[in-house]
């Protein structure tokens, strides 16, 4: 069975850079019919799709946040990470990875996610 | 972006009644395939969100067939037949035609 787990810090301080891996177990991030992303949900707000990395390295990323991101993957450790540069409290959320399949390059359904954690931004 | 509108943003359910959860999109999400890039999710207490229907219709791997999805378009409906106790969490659609975008999510509890 699949599973993905996100690590990393749970408190990040003003204008630092947020770094977040995703560790995937069950199955490998190299599989063809899928991609990896990141997902985040601010305290009592909506989600969000900040990004994704697709098998072959290449990335998309939501324009609302594309001169922050950076997403990528180390295929040894099958692990993929996020990096989430000059935080501000508003980037302040549960951040969520998971795994995507696409048909014809398009997202046909997020499955599974993993736990979330929560990232506070506060000095 | 894509906007994605639920109703109701909160549903109290007798177990054993049905249930039912409206997303509209601001735009059509129907692709020339035929495909409509809706789906559905469960996000229950303490754990990760977990996908219900895909492609608007289909139901995911282990999905009780209790929950059907329908819908074209711009307006979709997510159904389930008989409520049970298990069903209760926050449920939420996502369309992935562009930038994939979320509902604002309609919590189910038991009354």
């Known amino acids: 069975q699949l599973q993905l787990q996100e690590s990393g810090p749970g408190l990040v301080k003003p204008s630092e850079t947020l770094s977040l891996t995703c560790t995937v177990s069950?199955?490998?991030?190299?599989?063809?019919?899928?991609?990896w992303g990141w997902i985040r949900q601010p305290p009592g707000k909506g989600l969000e799709w900040i990004g994704n990395?697709?098998?072959?390295?290449?990335?998309y990323y939501n324009p609302s946040l594309r001169s922050r991101v950076t997403i990528s993957a180390d295929t040894s450790k099958n692990q993929f990470s996020l990096k989430l540069s000059s935080m501000t409290a508003a980037d302040t959320a549960v951040y969520f990875c998971?795994?995507?399949?696409?048909?014809?390059?398009?997202?046909?359904?997020?499955?599974?996610w993993g736990q979330g954690t929560l990232v506070t931004v506060s000095s | 972006d894509i906007v994605m509108t639920q109703s109701p943003l909160s549903l109290p359910v007798t177990p054993g009644e049905p249930a039912s959860i409206s997303c509209r999109s601001s735009?059509?999400?129907?692709?020339?395939?035929?495909?409509?890039?809706l789906s559905w999710y469960l996000h229950k207490p303490g754990q990760p969100p977990h996908l219900l229907i895909y492609l608007g219709s289909n139901r995911a791997s282990g999905v009780p067939d209790r929950f059907s999805g329908s819908g074209s378009g711009t307006d979709f409906t997510l159904k389930i037949s008989r409520v049970e106790a298990e069903d209760v969490g926050v449920y939420f659609c996502m369309q992935a035609l562009q930038t994939p975008t979320f509902g604002g999510g309609t919590k189910v509890e038991i009354k």
């Open positions: 990395i697709f098998h072959s390295g290449s990335t």
């Open positions: 069950g199955g490998s991030i190299s599989s063809s019919s899928h991609f």
């Open positions: 735009q059509s999400l129907l692709q020339s395939d035929g495909y409509n890039y």
């Open positions: 998971a795994r995507a399949s696409m048909i014809r390059g398009v997202i046909s359904g997020v499955d599974p």
